[in-house]
């Protein structure tokens, strides 16, 4: 018998297993997947670490939670600035002075910001209907076309007039010369990836890979007083409602016999006629100096049962289906739903972690 089972070995799960073990709870992760750490999940390649499942770049303000997650690695001093590609040229992002400077090719803030108020003064209305709409109203016609058009309609799938605008109810700008994607006080990369911080949270507890909870559930309820559940909040309650929605990826990675691919850890490439959205080369995350380099392109997808739910759809219509099953939850006294999945949002690795001590607190609090 188990005081907990904990369904997902992400960072979630992981966090809520190892802070229970510290206070003598007895505790079972069990994992569909054949790999503790969730998404983050990074596969040592001949010492490049590859991000598996996308670029994880750890950042926070918080100062709490990056002394937290130092406990169980070192990280580098990684600073993470995104390059993208559009009709041929290559910009910084996200948008400041160099990005200003390549279209317009203005020097001053006062230059760039004339540019950009009088774009919104032509192209933008007061009241926005759609994404398109909602980005020339706060950017203008020049930066919406060649940077946020083509990767966002990729990214979602549909036209940027069929999106909501409350997707980019704010755009950074930035009118400095500065290409840190990130304003975190923190930032970084553990050295030696991220796939040892789960093994350092989960070395004293069992765990079982490869283990479906929600085609055995009745006898895993059976088994524990406390169910700590990180999978889809929706196919927990067999899609009764109907099912939330999500956007998927695929990943191509490749191995080249090659120093350097592209210079930089990640490239965007704005252009619908690229079907992938991105390029990862994940040695200059850690400043690899092999003689060889991996790469990955991703491309989005049309989600289904069948593929991994990575960016929820988080529109009205989502959002109130999601409320029903949130109410529905309360009929589970057992089982607690967190995470990135269970809890519907999209969640970076620092506001997971967070999500996962506040929950902790209250729950030691009640013991």
């Not at 979630?12 to 503790?36: M, P, Q, T, V, W």
């Not at 990130?182 to 283990?211: H, W």
């Not at 999601?322 to 739903?337: A, D, G, H």
Request: glycine fraction near 6%.
């Amino acid at each position: 018998m188990y005081d907990y089972l904990i369904v997902g070995a992400g960072l979630f799960g992981s966090i809520c297993a190892y802070e229970l073990n510290k206070i003598g709870k007895k505790c079972l992760i069990i994992d569909k997947r054949s790999h503790i750490g969730g998404n983050v999940y990074t596969e040592n390649i001949d010492g490049i670490n590859v991000h598996k499942y996308g670029p994880h770049i750890f950042h926070t303000n918080d100062k709490e939670i990056w002394n937290y997650i130092n406990q169980f690695a070192e990280f580098n001093n990684y600073i993470h600035n995104i390059t993208t590609i559009s009709n041929g040229k290559m910009y910084n992002m996200p948008f400041n002075m160099n990005t200003f400077n390549q279209i317009w090719n203005t020097i001053t803030p006062l230059e760039a910001k004339k540019k950009i108020e009088e774009q919104i003064k032509k192209f933008g209305v007061k009241t926005p209907n759609n994404l398109e709409e909602q980005a020339l109203t706060l950017v203008g016609k020049d930066i919406y076309e060649l940077l946020i058009k083509g990767y966002t309609e990729k990214q979602w799938g549909c036209k940027a007039t069929e999106l909501p605008a409350f997707i980019i109810k704010r755009l950074p700008i930035r009118f400095t010369y500065n290409n840190n994607y990130f304003s975190d006080r923190y930032q970084g990369i553990p050295l030696g990836g991220y796939t040892q911080i789960f093994e350092k949270l989960t070395q004293n507890i069992e765990v079982k890979l490869n283990t479906d909870y929600l085609k055995n559930s009745s006898y895993f309820n059976s088994i524990a007083k406390q169910i700590i559940y990180s999978g889809k909040i929706d196919e927990f309650f067999d899609y009764h409602f109907g099912a939330l929605e999500y956007r998927s990826l695929s990943f191509k990675t490749e191995q080249l016999e090659i120093e350097n691919f592209q210079g930089n850890a990640q490239v965007n490439y704005n252009d619908v006629s690229i079907p992938f959205t991105r390029i990862v080369e994940h040695k200059h995350f850690e400043f690899g100096t092999q003689n060889f380099t991996i790469i990955t392109k991703e491309f989005p997808q049309n989600w289904d049962k069948t593929k991994e739910a990575f960016y929820p759809i988080n529109n009205a219509l989502n959002q109130n289906l999601f409320k029903k099953y949130e109410e529905l939850t309360k009929t589970q006294s057992q089982v607690y739903f967190g995470g990135r999945l269970g809890e519907y949002r999209y969640y970076d690795m620092h506001q997971v972690i967070g999500s996962a001590l506040t929950y902790l607190k209250k729950l030691k609090t009640n013991i």
